[in-house]
């Protein structure tokens, strides 16, 4: 959004402000520049205001990510179908594309988006590291 109205060394003054603060500086940020964001849907301008700059990590990558090692982990070891092994890659770029259209919208940035995938898989692991979700999963 900073890099919309070309003042991007202002996201560091973010992290100083209160919410309220930066849901001001968001809503005048898009009231003095509407020539900038005329192209973005006033749905999501507001969005931007009422959100106020709380994007790291992206929560939808993060449980893109998590559902995705969940399920792949249940399609790559269920034994009632093991032609079905070969498949558990279709859920990673299901959740790839969740993270790339949090970026394509502009929601968040690169790191967000890396942060969240990181922790989904992370916490992904954690998860079937237990041993009843394992055979919860598998029917083993």
């Given amino acids: 959004m900073l890099k919309q109205t070309n003042i ?8 100083t402000l209160t919410k309220k603060e930066r849901g001001q500086f968001f809503a005048e940020l898009i009231k003095n520049n509407t ?6 849907d006033a749905k999501i301008q ?8 709380f994007s790291f990590p992206s929560g ?26 070969k498949l558990f890659f279709i859920p990673f770029i299901w959740a790839l594309g969740v993270g790339v ?8 940035t690169a790191l967000d988006v890396s942060a969240g995938a990181s922790l989904g898989i992370l916490l992904g692991m954690l ?8 055979h919860w999963l598998t029917r083993k």
């Fill in 35 to 40: 020539e900038a964001f005329k192209n973005i």
């Fill in 60 to 85: 939808h990558t993060f449980n893109a990510f998590l559902f995705a090692m969940v399920i792949s982990y249940a399609i790559y070891f269920n034994r009632n179908r093991p032609k079905l092994r």
């Fill in 8 to 15: 991007p060394e202002k996201i560091d003054e973010l992290y």
């Fill in 127 to 134: 998860f079937l590291y237990i041993d009843f979700t394992r």
């Fill in 46 to 53: 507001n969005h931007w205001v009422e959100e106020a700059g």
């Fill in 101 to 108: 259209s949090r970026v394509a919208m502009g929601a968040h």
